[in-house]
């Protein structure tokens, strides 16, 4: 069956000036690879639609939603956090970028696709509750988790989160809701500093020391994060889809290659044919090295293809 692959042009327009790492031509790069590797002919493309009011409230407060939409500027670039500003398309972007994750789970619940892939930006999975931090406005994946549970009546459903930096939003909304169990790697003691004393049931944090090699974090996830899975036996898989933690990425000091993250994707699909009817639906967060990034997404949806 068909991957999903679902993006926006509205995603490209967000744009924190030219020395921000969290850049459009992040997008550029994988569409190019993609392109360039032929395997957009195998992805079945989709416009994201806008998030509804609803779906964002599914995981943030009113007061929060309605503070970023009076923010949004009209000309300019405003800071909403210390690194996460607004130019007048990130608003759009953003309420796309929620809103593709929303349709990936869509796609993958009614049997469209088996999985699918959110090339968007801003990222999402530092935004907590009441509060924009790290490059993200809106929890997207925590959201479309939520929209699995709601529109589908879902039971159990799985976030991980590969990403270099813990999922510190993700965790502060899904805390304590036994219905989502949250699995995180990361690099630790760094930005931004949580998650390495969380005593949360539903939470599976592991951080990684600095300088920790691709073995340390398959270890760490065949330790920490496959067993906890089985025994949650997710309905659907979800994927916080950072690619930071690459050598080649000089935003943090992990040391992860191409072939890491299609070694962990491929265990995620193995979970997701356990429990999930194969479900899984991935969202693009951090990766800032033009390459590696657009290879080890090429690497990621291949894994879904099993091709590698
Ligand atoms: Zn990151």
């Known amino acids: 069956m068909a991957i999903a692959y679902i993006s926006h042009s509205d995603c490209q327009l967000h744009d924190m000036g030219h020395h921000h790492p969290e850049q459009p031509a992040r997008l550029s790069a994988i569409n190019d690879r993609l392109i360039a590797t032929g395997l957009e002919m195998v992805l079945h493309q989709y416009d994201a639609p806008l998030?509804?009011?609803?779906?964002?409230?599914?995981?943030?407060?009113?007061?929060?939603?309605?503070?970023?939409?009076?923010?949004?500027?009209?000309?300019?670039?405003?800071?909403?956090?210390?690194?996460?500003?607004?130019?007048?398309?990130?608003?759009?972007?953003?309420?796309?970028?929620?809103g593709a994750v929303a349709l990936g789970v869509d796609l993958v619940m009614d049997g469209r696709a088996k999985q699918a892939f959110c090339a968007i930006r801003p990222p999402g999975h530092h935004a907590e509750r009441h509060r924009a931090m790290g490059f993200c406005l809106f929890n997207n994946i925590a959201a479309g988790a939520y929209h699995a549970l709601n529109k589908y009546g879902l039971e159990r459903v799985a976030v991980v989160d590969f990403d270099v930096h813990h999922g510190n939003g993700t965790e502060d909304i899904v805390a304590g809701d036994g219905r989502i169990l949250f699995c995180s790697t990361f690099q630790h003691p760094f930005y931004p500093h949580s998650g390495y004393d969380s005593e949360v049931s539903n939470v599976v944090d592991a951080p990684l020391a600095a300088g920790s090699d691709g073995k340390a974090f398959r270890e760490t996830v065949e330790a920490r994060w496959l067993p906890r899975l089985e025994e949650f036996a997710p309905e659907l898989v979800?994927?916080?889809?950072?690619?930071?933690?690459?050598?080649?990425?000089?935003?943090?000091?992990?040391?992860?290659?191409?072939?890491?993250?299609?070694?962990?994707?491929?265990?995620?699909?193995?979970?997701?044919?356990?429990?999930?009817?194969?479900?899984?639906?991935?969202?693009?967060?951090?990766?800032?090295?033009?390459?590696?990034?657009?290879r080890c997404v090429e690497a990621h949806l291949k894994a879904f293809l099993g091709e590698n």
């Open 51 to 98: 998030a509804t009011r609803e779906l964002l409230e599914s995981v943030h407060d009113s007061s929060y939603i309605d503070e970023i939409h009076a923010a949004a500027p009209s000309e300019g670039v405003v800071w909403v956090d210390g690194d996460t500003a607004m130019n007048p398309h990130t608003l759009n972007a953003a309420l796309r970028a929620a």
């Open 238 to 294: 979800m994927i916080s889809a950072g690619f930071d933690a690459h050598q080649a990425d000089d935003m943090a000091g992990l040391r992860l290659v191409d072939a890491d993250y299609s070694w962990v994707t491929r265990r995620l699909c193995e979970q997701a044919e356990l429990s999930a009817q194969g479900r899984i639906v991935s969202s693009l967060e951090g990766g800032y090295d033009l390459h590696a990034l657009a």
